[in-house]
C-alpha cells in the first residue's frame, strides 16, 4: 500500500522554513509516537508521507519524504531491515515510522543503532494508531499552516500597500522590511547609487555594500541570474532581487539575513516588498518626468525672454529655490561621442538618447549629493542646470565643475563634455544672461582649440560685449551691419578682404606681421586695407571703426561655432 501527503516546517539547527518536520509530527496530539533515534536530525522538514510495504519503495521516493512501514517483509531477516534503512537513508528521507505489533513487538534493535549511526529519525508507531490517523493529523496540520501563512501574506500585503497608500516612501519600506524579516537591506538604483538601507543588527559596512554592487553590476548584463555570494563579513545570507519599474530593470534590492537561510515566508514577504518597492519608483519616476517637463518648459522660456520678473521668481519658488537669493546658469555639453557600445548604427539613436538621459542623471546626482539647490533640464545635446549659490560662491561652484566633469567620466565613457558656467546677475530676467555667458565661454575656449573645457565669464574677454544680442539673428544683424558689404564683395569677386582685415587687426595693424601671415607684400595689403574702407565706408584710422570691425569679426566666430553661416540680413 502507498499513500501520500506533503507540507512545511523547520529545517535541522532549529531554522524556520514553514514545514512540516518531524519533530511537528511526533507532537501531533493523541498519537503517542515515541522517537527511537535520531534526535539531533528531527528538524528534517517533511516534503511528503509515503506509506510502504516493500524491502525498496526508494524507486518511487524523490527525498524528503517521510516513510510509515510495519516491515511485514522484514520479518526476520535481519540484512534485509538493515538494507532497507540504508538505502531510505542514503535517499535523503526525512525519516522513518516503524508500526508494532504486526510483524515486530518493538522496532528492531539493529535499525536503532543504525539509525543513530546516521542522525536518521526512526519513531515507533503504536498499534493501536492507523496509519491514516498519521496522514490526516499531518493533512490537517499542512491545511493549518498553510492557512497561517496565507493570513500572515495577506496582513504583510496589507501593511505594505498602506505604506505606499500613505506615501511614506522608499525608506519606510525597506524599514519595514528589515523589522519583518529581521535582516539589513539596501536598494541601489540601476547605476549603484544607495537609495536607502535598513539595518536589523548592525549598520551594513561601507565595504560590504561596495562588494554587493560590484557582484550586481558584473551580472547587470544577464538580467535574469542576480545569485551572488556571500560577501567576506556578511555572516549569513543574502538574496538579491532586480525591482523592474516600467517594463526595465529600475533598482536592486539586496537583503542580508545574519540568522540562517530564507524561509518561505521571509520569500513571501520579500516578493511584497519588490512589488511595491516597484510601484514606488513608478511613481517617483512619473513625478521626476513631470517636473523635467516643468523644468524644460522654464529654460526654454527663460533663454526666449518670454518671462517676466514676478513669473520667474513664481516658477523658482515652485521648484523649492529662493528667487531673492544669487542664481547662475551651468551649461554641462556634450563635446562629441567617442564610440557607439556596438557599432550598429540602427541602435545609434537609442544608444545616444540613452547616454543623453545618463548625462542628466549624474549631473543630478552629483549635484544633490553636495547639496547644492538646482533645476536641471536637458536641452539638446546639454545639460542645463540653474545653481542656487546658497552660502558657496560662483568661484566655489566653478571649482566643482571640474569635479563633475571627473565623474562624468567616469560614470559615461562613451562622450566628453564641456561646462560653461554664467555669472549671477541681480535681475531674474538676467539670467537668460547667464545662459549665454556660459554657452559663450564653452564656444570661446573650443574657438581657441580647446576640448573638453572648463569655461567662464572670465573666458569671453572681449566677446562679452556681444553677449547683450544673445542670439545668432540678433548677432548676424550686427555683422552683416558691419561686414555685410565686405563679405559680399569677397564672393561676387572671389577675393580674401574680410580674411585680409581679421590677420591686419590680429597682427594689431603691423604691416609686415600681418602681411607674412597672408603671404603676400606689404604693399598689395596696404591695396586691400583701402578697398576695406572703401566698401564699408569706415576709416582704420578710427579707433571707433577698427573696435567695431573687431567685434563684427569675433560676432562671425560665434555664429559659425553655431554651426551657421554668416548670412545677410536687411532691414526694411
Known amino acids: 500500500m502507498v499513500g501520500a501527503m506533503y507540507g512545511e516546517g523547520t529545517r535541522a539547527g532549529g531554522q524556520r522554513t514553514d514545514m512540516i518536520t518531524v519533530q511537528d509530527i511526533l507532537e501531533i496530539p493523541g498519537l503517542n509516537l515515541k522517537l527511537c533515534a535520531g534526535k539531533k536530525a528531527v528538524g528534517n522538514p517533511v516534503r511528503w508521507v509515503h506509506i510502504a510495504e516493500m524491502s525498496d519503495p526508494t524507486r518511487w521516493l524523490k527525498g524528503g519524504e517521510l516513510l510509515l512501514t510495519t516491515g511485514l517483509a522484514l520479518v526476520d531477516r535481519e540484512a534485509e531491515q538493515l538494507a532497507m534503512l540504508q538505502r531510505l537513508i542514503d535517499a535523503n528521507l526525512s525519516g522513518l515510522g516503524f508500526g508494532v505489533g504486526f510483524g515486530f513487538k518493538t522496532v528492531p534493535d539493529v535499525m536503532i543503532a543504525l539509525a543513530e549511526r546516521h542522525d536518521f529519525p526512526l519513531f515507533e508507531v503504536p498499534y493501536n494508531i492507523p496509519f491514516i490517523a498519521i496522514t490526516e493529523a499531518v493533512a490537517s496540520k499542512i491545511v493549518n499552516e498553510q492557512y497561517s501563512l496565507l493570513q500572515r501574506s495577506l496582513a504583510v500585503h496589507e501593511k505594505l500597500t498602506k505604506i505606499v497608500l500613505e506615501e511614506k516612501g522608499l525608506q519606510f519600506i525597506i524599514s519595514t522590511l528589515s523589522a519583518l524579516v529581521g535582516c539589513s537591506a539596501v536598494l541601489y538604483d540601476f547605476h549603484g547609487v544607495v537609495l536607502c538601507e535598513a539595518a536589523h543588527r548592525r549598520r551594513i559596512p561601507a565595504e560590504l555594500m561596495a562588494d554587493l554592487w560590484k557582484q550586481i553590476s558584473d551580472k547587470r548584463a544577464s538580467r535574469h541570474d542576480f545569485a551572488v555570494e556571500v560577501p567576506h563579513g556578511a555572516g549569513g545570507s543574502v538574496q538579491v532581487y532586480p525591482v523592474v519599474a516600467s517594463h526595465r530593470i529600475g533598482a536592486f534590492l539586496a537583503v542580508i539575513k545574519d540568522g540562517g537561510e530564507f524561509s518561505d515566508y521571509d520569500r513571501i514577504i520579500l516578493h511584497h516588498v519588490v512589488t511595491v518597492t516597484a510601484l514606488e519608483l513608478v511613481k517617483k519616476k512619473a513625478v521626476a518626468e513631470t517636473e523635467k517637463r516643468l523644468a524644460g518648459d522654464f529654460f526654454d522660456e527663460l533663454i526666449a525672454s518670454d518671462l517676466y520678473e514676478e513669473e520667474i521668481a513664481r516658477r523658482l519658488a515652485f521648484f523649492g529655490l529662493e528667487p531673492g537669493a544669487e542664481q547662475l546658469i551651468m551649461l554641462v555639453d556634450i563635446d562629441g561621442f567617442k564610440a557607439f557600445v556596438d557599432g550598429v548604427r540602427e541602435r545609434e539613436e537609442t544608444v545616444v538618447q540613452d547616454v543623453k538621459e545618463r548625462l542628466h542623471w549624474a549631473v543630478d546626482e552629483f549635484l544633490a549629493q553636495r547639496d547644492l539647490l538646482f533645476i536641471s533640464a536637458s536641452h539638446s545635446d546639454s545639460v542645463v542646470v540653474l545653481v542656487q549659490l546658497g552660502q558657496r560662491s560662483a568661484q566655489e561652484v566653478l571649482a ?135 566698401i564699408t565706408g569706415r576709416d582704420l584710422g578710427s579707433s571707433q571703426d577698427r573696435m567695431e570691425f573687431w567685434l563684427a569679426l569675433k560676432a562671425r566666430d560665434l555664429i559659425a561655432q553655431s554651426g551657421k553661416r554668416p548670412r545677410a540680413v536687411r532691414q526694411a
Not at 565669464?457 to 553677449?467: E, M, N, P, R, V
Not at 545668432?472 to 555685410?484: N, R
Request: net charge negative; proline share 1%.
Open 400 to 534: 566643482l565643475a571640474a569635479e563633475l566633469q571627473g565623474t562624468i567620466g567616469g560614470l559615461i565613457p562613451e562622450v566628453t563634455v564641456s561646462i560653461g558656467m554664467g555669472r549671477p546677475h541681480n535681475l531674474l530676467v538676467d539670467l537668460r544672461q547667464s545662459y549665454y555667458e556660459a554657452l559663450y565661454a564653452i564656444q570661446i575656449r573650443k574657438l581657441k582649440g580647446g576640448t573638453s573645457v572648463i569655461a567662464s565669464f572670465d573666458d569671453l574677454g572681449s566677446y562679452g560685449l556681444l553677449l547683450g544680442l544673445q542670439d545668432t539673428v540678433s548677432l548676424e544683424v550686427f555683422y552683416d551691419s558691419v561686414l555685410g558689404k565686405l563679405r559680399e564683395y569677397d564672393e561676387q569677386n572671389s577675393s580674401d578682404l574680410v580674411k585680409s582685415l581679421s590677420c591686419f587687426l590680429e597682427a594689431n595693424g603691423h604691416w609686415g606681421e600681418a602681411a607674412e601671415r597672408l603671404y603676400v607684400h606689404r604693399h598689395t595689403l596696404r591695396y586691400r586695407m583701402k578697398r576695406v574702407e572703401e
